[in-house]
């Protein structure tokens, strides 16, 4: 596993060396760092017959599990949506319905059963309900592990009744090293793809792997030339037009955070980047919509240039 995800590991291994394990555990933290592969880590430790964290994956319950046959492993996640092409965006209650009544089911390989919930802030209001009923009266040998970015969307009823272990973004002193390595950049690039990624690994090794880290570089003297008036907002709306709008909206907003932080003392200025980090994050919101995404670009930068005047 990662090796910012180590200190979660150890926790987790020795709740269950003590049989400490709770009947829910929240595994929180930000997007990009490895905690629905950590999820499915636990799910196998919790159902191997070794009762081992990591598991020991050779005997019949991690065997079992890897082909996706564990009649004790359960996991619950976006599955296809009925009426249209692609996943549902929500977990639904019939989903969780399903899953309580497979835990009131007997154990025929594991000393426990286990359930993978991802991402939990997802799951809706009847199914957070209906999941609710299952922590509050879970069989007695059912661990739930509940994977969210968010965890501030999920009701505080559910949130209450878990153990939490929250994953943390790392140092850049661990992970610009293992960045590095594993996408095989010079440190300072790793360095970059990291700050264009808000400190995420896994996101900054997609970036490096599928965009590369030229366009934040470029998207960032952009900006430069834009704060002292050696580019116009039609020049650099021109040059922007090939970057990815996702990656583009989140770089923007990254940006204008990073500058209101270091703008505190300008009162009226810090105002200002903080009122662009959050337009930049809705007209993010807004790209699946048909509103005309070059005008909101256009006024974004129009005003980025003016107040970096």
Request: proline share 6%; aromatic share 4%; net charge negative.
């Given at each position: 596993?990662y090796?910012?995800?180590q200190?979660?590991?150890s926790?987790f291994a020795?709740?269950?060396?003590?049989?400490?394990?709770?009947?829910a555990?929240?595994?929180?933290g930000?997007a990009?760092l490895?905690k629905?592969?950590?999820?499915?880590?636990?799910l196998?430790?919790?159902?191997c017959?070794?009762?081992s964290?990591?598991?020991?994956?050779?005997?019949r319950?991690?065997q079992l599990?890897s082909?996706?046959?564990?009649?004790?492993?359960?996991i619950?996640t976006?599955?296809?949506?009925?009426?249209?092409?692609?996943l549902?965006?929500?977990?639904?209650?019939?989903?969780?319905?399903?899953?309580?009544?497979?835990l009131q089911?007997t154990n025929s390989?594991s000393r426990r059963?286990g359930?993978l919930l991802y991402?939990?802030e997802?799951?809706n209001a009847?199914?957070?309900?209906a999941?609710?009923?299952t922590?509050?009266e879970p069989?007695?040998?059912?661990?739930?592990?509940?994977?969210?970015?968010n965890?501030a969307?999920?009701p505080a009823?559910v949130?209450?009744?878990c153990?939490?272990?929250?994953a943390?973004?790392p140092?850049?002193e661990v992970?610009?090293?293992w960045l590095a390595?594993?996408?095989q950049?010079?440190?300072?690039?790793?360095?970059?793809?990291?700050?264009a990624?808000?400190?995420?690994?896994?996101?900054?090794?997609?970036i490096?792997r599928?965009?590369g880290?030229?366009?934040?570089r470029?998207?960032?003297?952009?900006?430069?030339?834009?704060?002292s008036g050696?580019c116009d907002?039609?020049?650099a709306?021109?040059?922007?037009?090939?970057v990815?709008?996702?990656?583009l909206?989140s770089w923007?907003?990254?940006r204008?955070?990073?500058?209101?932080r270091?703008?505190?003392?300008?009162?009226?200025?810090?105002?200002?980047?903080?009122?662009?980090?959050?337009e930049a994050?809705r007209?993010r919101?807004?790209?699946a919509?048909p509103?005309?995404?070059?005008?909101?670009?256009?006024?974004w930068?129009i005003?980025?240039?003016?107040?970096?005047?």
């Open positions: 596993m090796p910012w995800l200190e979660v590991e926790e020795e709740r269950l060396r003590g049989d400490r394990m709770a009947h555990i929240l595994l929180s930000p990009g490895g629905t592969e950590l999820g499915r880590a636990f196998a430790g919790l159902l017959l070794e009762d964290y990591p598991a020991c994956g050779v005997c319950s991690c599990l082909t996706g046959a564990h009649p004790e492993g359960h619950l976006f599955e296809p949506h009925p009426k249209r092409d692609g549902r965006t929500e977990l639904i209650v019939d989903q969780v319905r399903r899953l309580t009544a497979a089911l390989v059963k359930a991402p939990a997802t799951l009847n199914a957070a309900n999941l609710l009923k922590l509050e069989p007695g040998d059912a661990v739930l592990i509940l994977v969210s970015h965890p969307r999920l009823t949130r209450s009744r153990q939490n272990l929250c943390r973004l140092d850049g992970a610009i090293p390595q594993a996408a950049v010079a440190p300072d690039e790793a360095a970059l793809a990291l700050e990624a808000a400190g995420s690994p896994l996101k900054a090794m997609r490096v599928q965009e880290i030229e366009p934040y470029a998207l960032s003297e952009l900006l430069e030339d834009l704060r050696r907002p039609a020049t709306l021109s040059a922007l037009g090939e990815d709008p996702e990656l909206w923007l907003s990254l204008a955070a990073r500058e209101t270091t703008r505190l003392g300008q009162v009226s200025l810090a105002r200002d980047l903080a009122r662009l980090q959050i994050d007209n919101a807004l790209l919509t509103v005309r995404k070059d005008l909101l670009l256009q006024d930068l005003q980025w240039a003016r107040l970096s005047a």
